[in-house]
């Protein structure tokens, strides 16, 4: 492989990872990418996760997928932003030991609030089938597709939102314990929300990655594009009430725990 610098943002949302590609897409020397074939390994990284793919077999196509990528690229930088790759970012780490992470967060319900009210994605029919594959009600794998590979296994009993709290959960604990034993300057964490509005954390972020600052990168970030429903929902207070029961931990610990819900301006 040559030099190319190899980049994974990673998080447990979708807006974010499409903003960082969107804030990088104007720089000469970074390849930025959102979700670079996912479909290649979405279903390969969930299995993973479930202990139903060995790592050496997970490994092998990662380094495939990515190896390649970086190879052939013509930037210094070859960047991925996927909140696919929650699952093995673990394996990344090992097989990449050069390669740099940026841990993108932003405040959980505004992350189960965007999947629940603007994808069609985490549905009852697609988790069915897949613990039914799981229980061995069904001896045939479920297709590669999106909706019965979106989210880990459900609890018992779950319906559509809860299950995409415990995904906001366990994508953000998998990235944390993959990034562990990853050196300090090869890991940044990143708010999304102060992205958007502090000058220092913009400048940390494009210094990690080799990159001079200009006023451009805050006016790109300023107002979301792209999205899929331009309408801010907020959560009902049933909602709030599944979420701190089932997200409190996590949101505490991402620093969003005394912090109240903000509004998206579009």
């Known amino acids: 492989m040559k030099d190319t610098q190899l980049v994974f943002v990673v998080g447990s949302g979708r807006c974010g990872t499409k903003m960082i590609k969107k ?13 670079y074939v996912r479909n290649a390994y979405q279903r390969d990284a969930m299995l993973y996760y479930m202990h139903k793919l060995p790592y050496e077999t ?16 013509e930037a210094k930088v070859f960047l991925d ?3 696919k790759l929650s699952w093995v970012v673990g394996i990344l780490a090992n097989e990449f030991p050069k390669a740099r992470f ?18 069609d994605n985490f549905n009852d029919y697609g988790a ?18 999106e909706e019965y590979w979106q989210a880990p296994p459900q ?21 944390f314990k993959g990034l562990k034993s990853v050196p300090t300057e090869r890991k940044l964490f990143v708010r999304l929300e102060e992205l958007a509005s502090s000058k220092p954390v913009m400048e940390n972020l494009l ?25 801010d929902y907020k959560l009902t207070t049933e909602q709030n009430i599944q979420f701190r029961e089932i997200c409190f931990g996590m949101q505490n610990y991402l620093g969003y725990g005394k912090k109240d819900e903000y509004n998206v301006q579009y």
């Not at 990662?62 to 390649?68: F, Q, R, W």
């Not at 210094?207 to 300023?222: G, H, Q, R, V």
């Open 23 to 35: 804030l990088l897409a104007g720089v000469p020397h970074i390849e930025a990418r959102h979700e």
């Open 58 to 73: 997970m490994a092998e196509k990662l380094v495939d997928i990515y190896g390649s990528a970086a190879h052939y690229s």
């Open 81 to 83: 932003s996927s909140h």
């Open 102 to 119: 940026i841990h993108l967060v932003r405040d959980g319900r505004k992350v189960v609030s965007s999947f629940y009210n603007k994808l």
């Open 128 to 145: 069915k089938v897949q613990q039914d594959w799981l229980d061995e009600k069904e001896t045939v794998m479920p297709p590669m597709t």
């Open 155 to 175: 609890k018992r009993g779950y319906d559509r939102f809860p299950r995409i709290c415990w995904h906001w959960v366990e994508s953000n604990y998998c990235i």
């Open 207 to 231: 210094d990690f990655l080799d990159t001079p600052y200009s006023d451009t990168f805050m006016e790109t970030m300023k107002r979301p594009e792209h999205v899929y429903v331009p309408v």
